[in-house]
């Protein structure tokens, strides 16, 4: 193994949970491994699955998550199992889970947060600190509604560490997401993952979605339950059926991928994605929105030029990668799978050496939004670059 191969990537397409933990733990095993991160359909036995993992890396730090489609060496893939190892080499990783989400509170998270820190730092490689050269990845339940709180909470704590992740999905069915910790499965619940790299690393954020003129104002909102009840002072789905200048009675939201909403955040824009129109005209998004925000319609662009320059800046910054680690929403799974570029998409990403999973939502440096393309990219040794960024 040279010095360009200390994060190793598989991707197994077995219909059997413990054929895919073999086919995985054959093509990602190293020596010294400091963390293995996976990411597998739901349709798996998770018993199955959990105890073929607990088997075969035993004494290795393991996390995961369960999926709406898995990205590896395979493509874009439904009922597959991919991740990746990463070798104590380069990397020091400590990890935890967040339990009972429900119940997370703002003196609980930055306790978690503190106690990891002070873990990575006893543990890094001499003239290194939990600051230097290291990302917050977190795996979270996305059915549980609590990602903007604990993610919010987490990025507060860490303070100069980028938080990146996504929402652990079921294949779209919208049962139970589950994240994987400690040798087993967990539903609401989170897994925090403090990594700090002796090679480059950059964290990223890439969406196809462009703002149009038309804006709506949040009068009337309840955030806890993602819920709109009034945008401009009218019923909000009769208001936004208006602005949009179509019906959304009947619509398939999941396949409504060419117009959506964004909001405005320091100059920047963060998707919202619609996931129910209510008989009393509410809309629930897949994520918070407070009363007073101002929502803007967005359309979609082309998939294909915005992903390339994403990963032209990446190399800018930190060389070819040896990884890309990404978190990318189901809906663009969608939109890429009808779009006439996918197989660009899908050569782009794996020239680009890119393993990760379809999530339910996406965080960055603490926020939780929709329809994005989120990760961190780790360069080679020899590279030069900002790590952490």
């Given at each position: 193994?040279?010095?360009?191969?200390?994060?190793?990537?598989?991707?197994?397409?077995?219909?059997?949970?413990?054929?895919?933990?073999?086919?995985?733990?054959?093509?990602?095993?190293?020596?010294?491994?400091?963390?293995?991160?996976?990411?597998?359909?739901?349709?798996?036995?998770?018993?199955?699955?959990?105890?073929?993992?607990?088997?075969?890396?035993?004494?290795?730090?393991?996390?995961?998550?369960?999926?709406?489609?898995?990205?590896?060496?395979?493509?874009?893939?439904?009922?597959?199992?991919?991740?990746?190892?990463?070798?104590?080499?380069?990397?020091?990783?400590?990890?935890?889970?967040?339990?009972?989400?429900?119940?997370?509170?703002?003196?609980?998270?930055?306790?978690?947060?503190?106690?990891?820190?002070?873990?990575?730092?006893?543990?890094?490689?001499?003239?290194?600190?939990?600051?230097?050269?290291?990302?917050?990845?977190?795996?979270?339940?996305?059915?549980?509604?609590?990602?903007?709180?604990?993610?919010?909470?987490?990025?507060?704590?860490?303070?100069?560490?980028?938080?990146?992740?996504?929402?652990?999905?079921?294949?779209?069915?919208?049962?139970?997401?589950?994240?994987?910790?400690?040798?087993?499965?967990?539903?609401?619940?989170?897994?925090?993952?403090?990594?700090?790299?002796?090679?480059?690393?950059?964290?990223?954020?890439?969406?196809?979605?462009?703002?149009?003129?038309?804006?709506?104002?949040?009068?009337?909102?309840?955030?806890?339950?993602?819920?709109?009840?009034?945008?401009?002072?009218?019923?909000?789905?009769?208001?936004?059926?208006?602005?949009?200048?179509?019906?959304?009675?009947?619509?398939?939201?999941?396949?409504?991928?060419d117009r959506t909403i964004i909001v405005l955040i320091n100059?920047?824009?963060?998707?919202?994605?619609?996931?129910?129109?209510?008989?009393?005209?509410?809309?629930?998004?897949?994520?918070?929105?407070?009363?007073?925000?101002?929502?803007?319609?967005?359309?979609?662009?082309?998939?294909?030029?915005?992903?390339?320059?994403?990963?032209?800046?990446?190399?800018?910054?930190?060389?070819?990668?040896?990884?890309?680690?990404?978190?990318?929403?189901?809906?663009?799974?969608?939109?890429?799978m009808r779009s006439p570029e996918r197989e660009k998409i899908?050569?782009?990403?794996?020239?680009?050496?890119?393993?990760?999973?379809?999530?339910?939502?996406?965080?960055?440096?603490?926020?939780?939004?929709?329809?994005?393309?989120?990760?961190?990219?780790?360069?080679?040794?020899?590279?030069?670059?900002?790590?952490?960024?």
């Amino acid at each position: 193994m040279n010095d360009r191969t200390r994060i190793r990537a598989a991707h197994s397409c077995a219909e059997n949970a413990q054929d895919a933990v073999r086919e995985f733990h054959r093509a990602v095993y190293q020596d010294n491994m400091a963390l293995v991160v996976f990411f597998c359909s739901a349709a798996y036995d998770s018993d199955a699955l959990a105890e073929e993992m607990n088997r075969l890396f035993r004494g290795v730090q393991v996390v995961g998550c369960t999926t709406a489609g898995e990205i590896g060496t395979a493509g874009y893939r439904d009922f597959s199992l991919s991740g990746i190892s990463f070798s104590s080499t380069d990397f020091t990783a400590v990890s935890a889970c967040i339990e009972n989400l429900q119940a997370f509170e703002t003196v609980r998270g930055h306790a978690l947060v503190d106690s990891l820190q002070r873990e990575l730092d006893s543990r890094l490689f001499p003239q290194a600190s939990a600051s230097s050269n290291c990302v917050a990845l977190q795996l979270i339940d996305g059915l549980s509604l609590r990602e903007e709180a604990v993610s919010r909470v987490l990025q507060s704590a860490l303070g100069r560490i980028p938080l990146v992740g996504g929402s652990a999905a079921d294949s779209l069915s919208m049962k139970k997401s589950r994240v994987y910790s400690g040798g087993r499965f967990h539903d609401d619940a989170s897994v925090l993952i403090l990594l700090a790299s002796r090679v480059p690393c950059t964290v990223f954020r890439t969406h196809h979605l462009e703002p149009m003129p038309e804006r709506l104002v949040v009068t009337e909102a309840d955030p806890a339950r993602r819920t709109v009840l009034e945008l401009n002072g009218r019923p909000a789905a009769g208001e936004l059926s208006r602005v949009l200048g179509q019906s959304l009675e009947g619509a398939d939201l999941w396949h409504m991928l060419d117009r959506t909403i964004i909001v405005l955040i320091n100059g920047e824009s963060y998707v919202r994605a619609l996931n129910a129109i209510h008989p009393d005209q509410s809309l629930t998004f897949f994520c918070a929105i407070e009363k007073g925000t101002v929502l803007r319609i967005a359309r979609s662009a082309d998939l294909l030029p915005k992903l390339e320059r994403a990963f032209a800046d990446i190399r800018a910054k930190v060389g070819a990668p040896q990884c890309v680690l990404g978190f990318d929403c189901s809906h663009r799974k969608l939109a890429i799978m009808r779009s006439p570029e996918r197989e660009k998409i899908a050569a782009l990403m794996l020239e680009n050496r890119t393993t990760g999973f379809c999530t339910y939502g996406e965080q960055y440096r603490g926020l939780h939004m929709n329809q994005t393309f989120v990760g961190v990219a780790f360069g080679s040794s020899n590279a030069s670059g900002e790590g952490g960024q």
